[in-house]
């Protein structure tokens, strides 16, 4: 599988958005955190306000205002969530536990919503395959 041919995207991002906003699991992951998240995607960065389950504001680009935690990679390394070979069911969740997609900022935080966050990642898989 390919990753989608407008990942990454302010678009793409959307549609992960729009889809968070339906998981049980997205919203039980962060229901009880209130920051911000950055994901930098090479050159290519997409900054979110999770709040209460929600994640109630994105935008492209870094914020003024910061972040709690980023996660950090080339964009050939986030193609790894389309493209891993298929021998589990998140074969992605190795990228993390490699430390191919970096953790910067509150590490303490970043933890505590790892659920939501693998649900995000989820929510990205689950556009390239069109679902």
């Not at 229901?31 to 979110?48: C, K, P, Q, R, T």
Request: no cysteine; net charge negative.
């Amino acid at each position: 599988m390919k990753a989608p041919a407008d990942f990454p995207s302010r678009e793409f991002f959307e549609r992960v958005r729009a889809a968070t906003a339906a998981d049980p699991a997205f919203r039980r992951g962060t229901e009880f955190f209130d920051g911000s998240v950055l994901l930098e995607i090479g050159g290519f960065a997409v900054w979110m306000k999770w709040y209460r389950g929600d994640i109630v504001d994105l935008h492209e680009g870094a914020d003024l205002l910061g972040y709690t935690f980023a996660l950090r990679a080339p964009l050939e390394t986030w193609r790894g969530i389309w493209e891993l070979p298929r021998t589990a069911g998140k074969p992605w969740a190795r990228l993390f536990n490699y430390g191919e997609i970096a953790t910067e900022g509150d590490a303490v935080a970043s933890g505590r919503v790892l659920g939501g966050t693998f649900a995000l990642i989820g929510h990205m898989e689950a556009e390239g395959r069109g679902a």
